[in-house]
């Protein structure tokens, strides 16, 4: 071989890799979720339930998404794991599109099924403790296919909180003398 022709391959070679860089730097972004970034803070706000089967329970979440970021927050779909006492118990989906302003928060409902049967294996002993402590993991979509962003929050809540408060009233009582 002559350096003439290991000159050509060197040549050859280099143009090849060129060529290759910014493709590979194409999909290192994409796997590595380059559009992504944390997803607004999930904070759970209220709980309705609509419908009941033997094994399922639908259940409507009032959620309140937080956008601590700058810039506006723009969302077009979501899926919410629920999680109560670390029990996996359901799933809410929604295609709605949601922008969540920059430094602002705003409420989303999500209609979540909830297994009965993973509920009744935890029902007594979150009536026992008077409290529960509930999760959610939650991945919200973006305008393109690369564009996902997840946010998981945690919390508890007291049975107490939703006992009213004794009445008391200015009445007179009644007394047998």
Known sequence: MNANHINR??????????????????????????????????????????????????????????????????MNGSVHKIFLNGLYVGKGLSDATVTVPRLSTVTNDVTVHLSNLALATRLKAVIEAKRFDYRVQSTFFGKSWTDRRTSETEGKLELNDFVPASETTNAPTSEIR
């Open 9 to 74: 391959v060197t040549i050859a070679m280099m143009k090849v890799i060129m060529k290759t860089i910014p493709l590979l730097m194409a999909v290192a972004a994409l796997l590595t979720g380059c559009g992504g970034g944390p997803g607004p803070s999930v904070n759970l706000v209220s709980v309705s339930f609509k419908d009941a089967t033997a094994l399922e329970t639908t259940a409507v979440f009032t959620l309140r998404l937080s956008n601590e970021q700058p810039e506006p927050v723009e």
